[in-house]
């Protein structure tokens, strides 16, 4: 958690670290600046100090709401810097970086550089970092970094907002399912009050809808139906009516409005019933949920978990990703990941990734499935879970999972 | 334009490139695969050759809509080099690309890398391939780059997709019109039909609302009164309910939904009636608004359009960013900039950056501005324009520029 990052600091030997980034969505700066919209700005911390973020005047007033220190780029000098600079914008940063750092105490040492920005503005700055200030040695981390270790872990503050975004997340997609629940069936399909065949762009929408009600957004919503199911990262189709008897993967992972905390969690619904071979392959599927959640234990390397589904998925004549890291079919991704600002966050619950441990403060998805397009189907079953204090894994998805929601005058075939 | 691709690789001398990116949104990603929803994918194009999109498995459905060819990391051997590599993502990933090249017909070169990535994985990554696969020749451009200068003019599909998010966009700014027009007021304050102060929060859920129903997302709308409306960037407090008679800046800059081509317009209104001293201002805004227009002029540097209105402004006795770059009061921004898939972009009509003209296919704003926090206002008027196949300046905003929202009961005082 952020309290961990001077400690982090200290390990990786890093004396500071500078956090840059433009006008793309940056998750580090994010996390400390307690997501104050600013386009640019650049955030200075150096080991033992509070951290000083840098803007142009224009964007202080969003700034200050960091509750970061704050600084101007005028007030620090970057327009002298940039005439001696003759305008390079690269060198300018350089020295302007190491001017601020200086100012705030570092002359020289490790410099750890971290944000998301442009490749090639990344790597012209990199090299003139390089070329200019050598008195600091910078810092290329790959993965697990320091922030990668530092969210590791939530902190309460950030307990309690996942605590609320799943909450909303969990109403929306009950809105989602009484919606459907409410349809008039009309042979393979099914019609709103206007009698038009209601299609998945229709749910999105409605799903959109109630998540910005609640101060949520949609990142991109999977509603795959039917074959497209069968693609683990299909969104489907929006002009594709919905189907009575076909499976749909719902996976919604929205976050706060803006940038911010996600939920993340996955159905897998028949509307009306469910054809025998989806409700064994779904049977087959929360064998492997179970399987997971019995497979937990604090400080327990997280691969195991993933190993016992593979094992089980194998044992029901499956392929998997670890037979053939090619598999299109089958059990063919990793079985769950951390999840915070970011959607994708450590730890990982995968057979590849051997490192993780399950820790207390965690937040994971858990998210066994399986794919057959070919068959014109997919399933996958997802919850988000919290580790606690005293180390019990709790799921904070508490929506049901049924298969299938009944329909008024369509009866199991 | 995307067709000035294979020239501008020529200019530059650059035998090929490669678009990184993770999960981040990636504007030259987005640009080169036509907005397709992919979470990890690697765009490689060889001149002349089209480009081919590299994807995991698990994406392929998706990166198909692209209508770019489209090969898995399976399929092109990334999982036998990461072996080879002992499981070092970068050097993977380094010798993974060369490898991609070679096969793509390139086995020596210049090679330009680009995209949206984590500053730390692009610095280890470019280590990586700087010391494993010299036989390519890797180059960081600064801006403006190849992509810049492509998305400086935007062909007859993007002009209308321009337009289309315009038409909009400015349907919604009618919407928030309408509605507050028939708000009844209050002392200073507005109320709902249920008697209730509406606030800046309940103006911003309903453009969200609107713009949602048209298929298009926020990105950040600033609606800042009075004093907030002083800093150009300031969005506005959500709490703060809306006052009569001060000034409010509207800027609302919203996407298509889930990342795409921009709609960008500002306009400043008062409730009820405007404080002579902010009518006063407006007026002076308007006519540097005028100004603008009247000095366009087709191949023109845009950097003359930014001086005349610094002319007017400090002929009139307000301080500019020119006369001081750290002016926080007065006309304190550029006075445009090109929109596309990024809010900024090329050309800037900037006194700073003296290097665009204005050419047919530009897309563009102007967007003259005042600020006098301390004096509890700010005011910005702007439009979107495009710049059409015979040169004409073609606002895209109709939009009414009346500053006042005329409330029943109230009048000017």
């Not at 960091?66 to 001696?84: I, N, Q, W």
């Not at 700055?125 to 990668?148: C, G, I, N, S, W």
């Not at 996600?262 to 179970?290: K, L």
């Not at 890291?325 to 619950?349: C, D, F, K, T």
């Amino acid at each position: 958690m952020k309290s961990d990052i001077d400690r982090l600091m200290q390990e990786l030997n890093l004396d500071a670290f500078i956090v840059a980034g433009g006008e793309e969505f940056n998750a580090v700066r994010y996390y400390l600046t307690n997501g104050a919209h600013i386009t640019h700005g650049t955030v200075f911390k150096v080991r033992g100090k509070d951290a000083l973020l840098v803007c142009s005047g224009m964007e202080l007033e969003e700034a200050q709401k960091s509750g970061l220190r704050v600084a101007t780029t005028a007030e620090l000098g970057f327009h002298e810097v940039l005439k001696d600079a003759d305008g390079n914008a690269q060198k300018a940063t350089a020295l302007f970086w190491a001017q601020v750092l200086e100012k705030e105490g570092l002359s020289e040492g490790r410099v750890g550089l971290y944000g998301t920005w442009q490749v090639n503005l990344t790597i012209a700055l990199y090299d003139m970092l390089f070329e200019e200030t050598d008195q600091y040695e910078y810092v290329a981390e790959t993965t697990p970094t320091l922030f990668d270790k530092a969210m590791l872990t939530k902190d309460a503050d950030e307990i309690e907002r996942l605590k609320s975004v799943a909450e909303r997340t969990n109403q929306v997609m009950q809105e989602a399912w009484d919606y459907i629940a409410g349809l008039k069936p009309d042979g393979d399909y099914l019609l709103n009050d206007d009698g038009e065949k209601v299609t998945i762009g229709d749910i999105k929408m409605l799903v959109r809808r109630e998540l910005m009600a609640r101060g949520l957004e949609d990142t991109g919503m999977i509603f795959a139906q039917g074959r497209d199911a069968g693609f683990p990262h299909s969104r489907g189709e929006a002009d594709m009516p919905l189907q009575i008897g076909k499976a749909i993967v719902f996976d919604l992972f929205p976050r706060e409005m803006g940038g911010g905390y996600h939920h993340d969690m996955t159905r897998t619904w028949c509307i009306g019933y469910a054809p025998r071979e989806v409700q064994a392959v779904y049977d087959t599927v929360m064998e492997a949920f179970d399987i997971s959640v019995e497979t937990y234990g604090l400080n327990k390397p997280t691969h195991l978990m993933q190993e016992a589904v593979l094992d089980y998925f194998e044992s029901k004549g499956h392929p998997t990703g670890r037979t053939d890291p090619r598999a299109m079919e089958g059990y063919v991704h990793s079985l769950g990941h951390g999840v915070g600002i970011n959607i994708h966050e450590r730890p990982s619950i995968s057979h590849t990734r051997r490192d993780d441990i399950f820790e207390v403060g965690n937040a994971v998805t858990i998210e066994p499935g399986l794919y057959y397009p070919e068959r014109g189907m997919g399933v996958r079953v997802e919850d988000f879970f919290i580790i606690g204090d005293n180390g019990e894994l709790i799921s904070i998805t508490p929506f049901r999972k049924d298969l299938v929601i009944p329909i008024e005058g369509v009866s199991q075939k």
